[in-house]
Every structure is written in structure tokens, then in C-alpha cells.
């Protein structure tokens, strides 16, 4: 028993070594965001110090990040919301008539890597004078979430009992009104699941912001990548930053945990 | 029903798939074979001189007279082995650890999710200060163990290294979700069997666990192997491929040729090199999803 005992109590240590691992760079994160430079440059006393918002103020007011706040949300809404009203349909299409060589295609753009369409796209964009607007962004961003949401739906359609619509059908509905009116509603909490996927992937997404943003449409990502474009590094303020783009995003995953573990295991364990 | 009520009834099929897959054909299929045709031209986007028809000459120079090209390669799979055996190791381990309750278990399997979805470029800059050899943390730890300061990022040997280290940070939870996920769905009767038969917890983890999880777990090494192939944003924002190359990876190498030369046919010739290696690890995937009935 005695050995069982000692065995719990190195499992706990261990648990919790790996979550102070895991949670290090937030913490780190959050701590330097807090100091001055030279707070930051000093090694003496890391986690005693007296903190100031002084680098939060200075992002908002010198680097304008109100407006790369408002342009990253814009296009993760439109993009997602636009790949909901692409996706769902298509989901429930390919679960109901059980096409699974559209869902290869799905799977096809999910492997594609980015940048071989990036040149075409660049070129296209260009000449459609489209560089720089929302439009070419929110399009780029629909791809990498369309993917995750037709993928999430067709396994939340496929859970559906097919008696369901059978009886939508007995009462008068089309197939369209009872995909509308009776299933959608149903597979709500896959619907939030795959929006939260899809509206993540956009707030994260770096290279199609890389060669598609300009100065009207700078996201988030872009704008803390110029931070370290200057000769000296500002790090309270390059950590506040970072902090503004991920505290979001975390607050979420944490209310909505449930949604996020199902769909970031989509795709790897049978649903 | 009026007619148009059953007509849109009949041909729901394509209604409801039509708009998904001409996104994607318009998207993706058209600017592949675009990035195709390019493939065969030099031009570097000035409107002075037009595309210039070289046929297989760029993929030439690819092969035999780039000096950067098979480097780039190779540190592609470096970086991908690298990151995805560590991920690997540590998510099942950690796994098991995790597997039966614990007080707080909630707490701590919500906070694991955390890495997954912030923001690479942002924890890249996190990582960037950690790494930063004069006032970073990483080396201050070090130096509490009495290790002399490393320059991680700084350094050309270090830096993939180093930029796996953070990509391990941010992905292993993924493999200790998706392995949790296979832990519970795992029948009981084997371990009933082993237990009466006295095998202890390490035979059972080799002879049972491993073999009963090894589909779930080899689905999510193919995943996250071919997401590491294409892994662009925590290289790009820590260090640009730099020091000199010691990361240009790929995907890096392609950005750089395409977005900062401007060699735009140079470039396509290049993508259609990494995008035929994504396209072959994926069908060596359908193969596997076939042999193992794992669903992607």
C-alpha cells in the first residue's frame, strides 16, 4: 500500500510539473508585459517587480490597435459565417448521399500547403485590384476554415437519426425545409464547434495576411510580426501585444472547452 | 409543393455540394495548375519583360544548381522528424498520465488546450524573448543548474532545434487529447485478462495499451507530420529562416523566393517540388486511413 501511496504522490508531481511547463510562456507572457524595458533587461528580481499597463497604453496608442483588432475580427466573422453558409449544406449532402469522394476533396484542401496557391492568388488578387481589402482576405481565410467545418458537420449530420427528417417529410416539409427548420437546429453544438475552429484559424492565420493585408487591412498576427521589424526590440510592448491577440482567443477555448477538444480531434478519432 | 419547391428537392445533392466545391476548384485546383503553368516560365512579375518560356529548366536548376534548394529539403524533414517524434513521445506519455482521475483533472486538461489555440506568430515572439541569449528566461534556468548560457536562436545549430522545442510546446497536447481520446474507448476484458495473468503495468502499457492505441496515435502523427512539413508561421516570425539559412525550411525558402525576389516562375517551379511532397505523404496517408479504418 505503502508503495501504491508513493506512487500517487510522484504521479501528482509530475502533473503538475508538466503544467507549470505547458503554462510557462503565458505566464512569462503576461509578466513581461507588465514591466518597463528595463525591467525587462534585467536578470535580478523576474517575478518581484512593480507592475504598470504603461505597454498596453503605448500599443494602443502608438501602433493603433484598435483598427488591427477591428480588421481581425471583421474578416474571422465574415469568413466564418461565410463558410458556414457554404459548408453546412455541403455537409449534409455528402452525409445524407453519403458522397465521400467530395469529402477527399475537403480532405485535399484541409493537406494542400498554402503557399502553392499563394503565387496565382498574389497575381490575381493584384490585377482584380483586390490586394489590401477585406475581400481577398476573408476569401483566403474561408479555405483554411471551410475544410474544418464541412468536416465537423458531416460527422455531426451522420449522428443525426434518419427517422428525424422521415417525419419532418410525413408532416409537409421539402428536404430543404426540413434540413432548415428540423436539423439545423439539432446539430447546433456542432455548429459552434466548427465556427470556433474555423474563427480561431482565421485570428491565427499569418501567411495569407503576410502577402494579402496592406496598411487598410493589417491583422493581428501582422502586427505584432512589425514589431520586431524595428532595430530595437520593444518587448513590453511586442509582450502586450501578444497578449491582446491570444488573451481573446484563450478566454473562449476556456468557456467553450467542450466544443474546442471535438474540434481539434476532428479528423484523427472516429466522432 | 410547387414546381420549383420539387425541382430544388430533386437536385439537392448538387445545390447543397455545388457552391463548397466550386469554392474549393476556384480556390485551390485553378491556382495550382497556374502556379503549374508558371512553373515552366521565367519572369519575375515586371511588366518589362514578359514571361519567358524555359519549359523544364527551373526544375533543373532546382535539382542540380540551387544551392539552397536540397538544404532547405532536408531541414524540412529534420525540423518535421524532429518535432513530431518529441510531440509524439511526450503527448502519449503524458497521456498516461493524465489517463485515470485526478483531483483537478478538469482544470488541468482545459488548461492543456491552451497552447493549441493561441496565436503562432504571438507565442513565436514569447518564445523569441525566452530564447533571447543575453536576458532570456531559458537561459537563466540553465544557469540555476550551473549550464553555461546557450544561444538558442542565435545560433545556426540550435535554432531548428529550438524552433521544434516550441512547436513541441504548442502541438503536443494535440497528441495527448487525441491519445485520451483512444485511452477511453479501449476495451476492458484485456486488462482484466492481463491483471489475473500478473502482468505489471509496463508489460501491460507494451503487450495491450500500445498495440490497442497504435491507429489512433499513427492518424495523429500523419496529421501533425504533414502540418510540420508545411510549418511556416513560427519559423517565419522567430527568425526568417536565419541565422544565414539555418532554418529555411521549404515553405520558407518558396515564401522567400516568391514574396521577397519576386521570382515568380523560379518560385512555382519550387512549390510544385513541395506541394508534389505534401501531395505524396497524403496519399501514403489514404493508404494508412484504409489499412487502419482511422477516419480523417
Same mark, same amino acid.
Given at each position: 500500500?505503502?508503495?501504491k ?14 503544467s507549470?511547463v ?5 505566464v512569462w ?6 514591466k ?16 504598470s499597463?504603461?505597454?498596453?497604453t503605448?500599443v ?16 474571422a466573422?465574415?469568413?466564418t ?5 457554404l459548408?453546412?449544406?455541403a455537409?449534409?449532402?455528402?452525409a ?6 467530395f ?18 492568388w ?8 483586390? =490586394? ?10 474561408m479555405?483554411v ?6 468536416w ?6 451522420e449522428?443525426l ?7 419532418a ?15 439545423l437546429?439539432?446539430?447546433s ?18 501567411m495569407f495576411?503576410?502577402v ?8 493581428l498576427?501582422?502586427? =505584432?510580426f512589425?514589431?520586431?521589424?524595428y ?7 511586442l ?6 491577440i ?9 468557456l ?5 477538444v ?6 484523427a478519432?472516429?466522432? | 409543393?410547387?414546381i420549383? $419547391?420539387?425541382?430544388?428537392?430533386k ?5 447543397f ?6 469554392f474549393?476548384?476556384i ?12 512553373? !515552366?516560365f521565367?519572369w ?6 514578359p514571361?519567358?518560356w ?9 535539382f !542540380?544548381d540551387?544551392? *539552397? ?6 531541414r524540412t524533414?529534420?525540423?518535421t ?6 510531440q509524439?513521445?511526450l503527448g502519449?506519455a503524458?497521456?498516461?498520465? !493524465?489517463? *485515470?482521475n ?9 488548461l492543456?488546450?491552451l497552447?493549441?489555440?493561441?496565436t ?10 525566452? !530564447?533571447?541569449p543575453?536576458?532570456g528566461?531559458a ?9 553555461d548560457?546557450q544561444?538558442?536562436?542565435?545560433s545556426p545549430?540550435?535554432?531548428l ?8 510546446? $504548442?502541438?503536443?497536447?494535440m497528441i495527448?487529447l487525441?491519445?485520451l481520446?483512444?485511452?477511453? $474507448? ?6 482484466e485478462?492481463?491483471a ?6 509496463? $508489460? ?9 492505441m497504435?491507429p489512433?496515435i499513427?492518424?495523429?502523427v500523419?496529421l ?6 508545411k510549418?511556416?508561421d513560427?519559423?517565419?516570425?522567430m527568425?526568417?529562416?536565419g541565422?544565414?539559412?539555418a532554418t529555411?525550411?521549404?515553405n520558407?525558402?518558396?515564401f522567400?523566393?516568391?514574396f521577397?525576389?519576386?521570382?515568380l516562375?523560379?518560385t ?5 517540388v513541395f506541394?508534389m511532397?505534401v501531395l505524396?505523404?497524403?496519399c ?8 487502419t479504418?482511422?477516419?480523417l
Amino acid at each position: 500500500m505503502k508503495h501504491k501511496r508513493r506512487m500517487e504522490l510522484i504521479r501528482y508531481i509530475l502533473i503538475a510539473f508538466v503544467s507549470v511547463v505547458f503554462l510557462f510562456p503565458f505566464v512569462w507572457m503576461i509578466i513581461a508585459s507588465l514591466k518597463n524595458q528595463a525591467q525587462i533587461m534585467s536578470t535580478d528580481s523576474i517575478f518581484i517587480f512593480t507592475p504598470s499597463f504603461k505597454n498596453y497604453t503605448e500599443v494602443f496608442a502608438q501602433y493603433d490597435f484598435i483598427k488591427f483588432i477591428v480588421n481581425s475580427f471583421i474578416v474571422a466573422f465574415a469568413s466564418t459565417v461565410l463558410g458556414l453558409v457554404l459548408g453546412l449544406p455541403a455537409a449534409y449532402a455528402i452525409a445524407k448521399y453519403k458522397l465521400h469522394k467530395f469529402g477527399i476533396i475537403i480532405l485535399i484542401a484541409r493537406i494542400i500547403p498554402g503557399i502553392s496557391f499563394m503565387i496565382p492568388w498574389f497575381i490575381i488578387f493584384s490585377k482584380l485590384g483586390l =490586394v489590401d481589402t477585406y475581400t481577398a482576405l476573408t476569401l483566403s481565410h474561408m479555405l483554411v476554415g471551410l475544410p474544418f467545418i464541412i468536416w465537423i458537420m458531416i460527422s455531426s449530420f451522420e449522428a443525426l437519426p434518419q427517422e428525424l427528417e422521415d417525419s419532418a417529410r410525413v408532416d409537409g416539409c421539402t428536404l430543404q425545409g426540413a434540413f432548415f427548420r428540423v436539423l439545423l437546429p439539432l446539430v447546433s453544438p456542432g455548429i459552434i464547434t466548427a465556427s470556433m475552429m474555423s474563427f480561431i484559424l482565421s485570428w491565427n492565420n499569418f501567411m495569407f495576411a503576410l502577402v494579402l493585408a496592406g496598411d487598410d487591412t493589417k491583422t493581428l498576427p501582422i502586427a =505584432v510580426f512589425n514589431f520586431i521589424s524595428y532595430s530595437e526590440i520593444n518587448w513590453g510592448a511586442l509582450m502586450a501585444a501578444a497578449v491582446i491577440i491570444t488573451l481573446p482567443i484563450l478566454i473562449i477555448s476556456l468557456l467553450l472547452q467542450r466544443y474546442i477538444v471535438s474540434g481539434i480531434t476532428s479528423g484523427a478519432v472516429k466522432g | 409543393m410547387n414546381i420549383i $419547391q420539387l425541382w430544388i428537392e430533386k437536385h439537392l445533392k448538387y445545390i447543397f455540394t455545388l457552391p463548397s466545391v466550386l469554392f474549393v476548384l476556384i480556390m485551390i485546383v485553378f491556382p495550382v495548375g497556374y502556379t503549374a503553368y508558371l512553373s !515552366f516560365f521565367d519572369w519575375s512579375m515586371s511588366s518589362v519583360s514578359p514571361p519567358k518560356w524555359v519549359f523544364l529548366d527551373n526544375f533543373k536548376k532546382i535539382f !542540380f544548381d540551387d544551392p *539552397r534548394f536540397w538544404p532547405a529539403f532536408f531541414r524540412t524533414f529534420y525540423f518535421t522528424i524532429l518535432a513530431v517524434v518529441t510531440q509524439t513521445v511526450l503527448g502519449v506519455a503524458i497521456a498516461l498520465l !493524465f489517463f *485515470r482521475n485526478f483531483k483537478g483533472s478538469n482544470l488541468v486538461k482545459t488548461l492543456f488546450l491552451l497552447p493549441m489555440v493561441s496565436t503562432p506568430v504571438a507565442i513565436g515572439l514569447v518564445w523569441l524573448l525566452i !530564447f533571447e541569449p543575453s536576458i532570456g528566461f531559458a537561459n537563466q534556468f540553465l544557469g540555476y543548474f550551473g549550464i553555461d548560457p546557450q544561444l538558442w536562436i542565435a545560433s545556426p545549430k540550435q535554432a531548428l532545434p529550438a524552433i521544434a522545442m516550441v512547436d513541441t510546446w $504548442q502541438w503536443t497536447p494535440m497528441i495527448t487529447l487525441i491519445t485520451l481520446a483512444g485511452l477511453s $474507448q479501449l476495451p476492458n476484458e484485456n486488462y482484466e485478462a492481463a491483471a489475473v495473468d500478473g502482468a505489471n503495468a509496463w $508489460q501491460i502499457f507494451w503487450k495491450i495499451t500500445l498495440p490497442l492505441m497504435a491507429p489512433t496515435i499513427f492518424a495523429a502523427v500523419l496529421l501533425r507530420s504533414i502540418d510540420a512539413v508545411k510549418h511556416f508561421d513560427l519559423i517565419y516570425a522567430m527568425t526568417q529562416g536565419g541565422p544565414g539559412y539555418a532554418t529555411e525550411t521549404l515553405n520558407i525558402y518558396g515564401f522567400a523566393n516568391g514574396f521577397q525576389y519576386f521570382k515568380l516562375g523560379y518560385t512555382s517551379a519550387i512549390l510544385m517540388v513541395f506541394f508534389m511532397i505534401v501531395l505524396i505523404m497524403s496519399c501514403l496517408i489514404l493508404i494508412f486511413r484504409k489499412k487502419t479504418e482511422v477516419t480523417l
